[in-house]
T-cell receptor, first 114, second 116 residues
Framework: KQEVTQIPAALSVPEGENLVLNCSFT??????LQWFRQDPGKGLTSLLL?????REQTSGRLNASLDKSSGRSTLYIAASQPGDSATYLC?????????????FGKGTHLIIQP | ETGVTQTPRHLVMGMTNKKSLKCEQH?????MYWYKQSAKKPLELMFV???????ENNSVPSRFSPECPNSSHLFLHLHTLQPEDSALYLC???????????????FGEGSRLTVL
């Protein structure tokens, strides 16, 4: 069964720290990997999309890396701010053939302490 | 309006009711999705519509019935639901090529469903 695992499940750090969220997936045959942010009671906001041919993507203070051979991705958040508090979800599109949607992890619940 | 819009945002229904969730996307995408988000579980794909054709339903119970009249609108018809169906239902859209999804997925705000 193709799965996505996110570690840690929850993280609380003081404002200003740099932090790394981890995502692992069970099959290296993927089309792409996407990181999302979800605020309580809200929908998902796309942060970064990495195609299988890419190694990393950057947007502002966010940097996501992809290592297909080891089945890992990391989301690096620089100079964290209280507004970064949210749940961060990793999702993988496996190369199973057909438009079968993304496989999601359970997320990392991040709290940035002011 | 821009993006993906879902209505209603909140819905409370009894087990014998019939209701529908609506999703509309203004992004010009050609694929739309229904996901279910339950507490402490990963998002679960329910249905995919690509170019207005349903390509996968992922073994969802028949009490959930999707409808996609065109590439911009998606409905989820609900009838005789169970309390365990209470969850956040999320709609998403993307741009696909052929039957492969390669584009970024954009989500709506979700419809919070409570079944009494």
């Amino acid at each position: 069964k193709q799965e996505v695992t996110q570690i840690p499940a929850a993280l609380s750090v003081p404002e200003g720290e740099n932090l790394v969220l981890n995502c692992s997936f069970t099959d290296s045959a993927i089309y792409n990997l996407q990181w999302f942010r979800q605020d309580p009671g809200k929908g998902l906001t796309s942060l970064l999309l990495i195609q299988s041919s890419q190694r990393e993507q950057t947007s502002g203070r966010l940097n996501a890396s992809l290592d297909k051979s080891s089945g890992r991705s990391t989301l690096y958040i620089a100079a964290s701010q209280p507004g970064d508090s949210a749940t961060y979800l990793c999702a993988v599109l496996y190369s199973g053939g057909g438009a079968d949607g993304l496989t999601f992890g359970k997320g990392t619940h991040l709290i940035i302490q002011p | 309006e821009t993006g993906v819009t879902q209505t209603p945002r909140h819905l409370v229904m009894g087990m014998t009711n019939k209701k529908s969730l609506k999703c509309e996307q203004h992004l010009g995408h050609n694929a739309m999705y229904w996901y279910k988000q339950s507490a402490k579980k990963p998002l679960e794909l329910m249905f995919v519509y690509s170019l207005e054709e349903r390509v996968e339903n992922n073994s969802v119970p028949s009490r959930f019935s999707p409808e996609c009249p065109n590439s911009s609108h998606l409905f989820l018809h609900l009838h005789t639901l169970q309390p365990e169906d209470s969850a956040l239902y999320l709609c998403a859209s993307s741009q696909t090529r052929a039957r492969l999804y390669t584009g970024e997925l954009f989500f709506g705000e979700g419809s919070r469903l409570t079944v009494l």
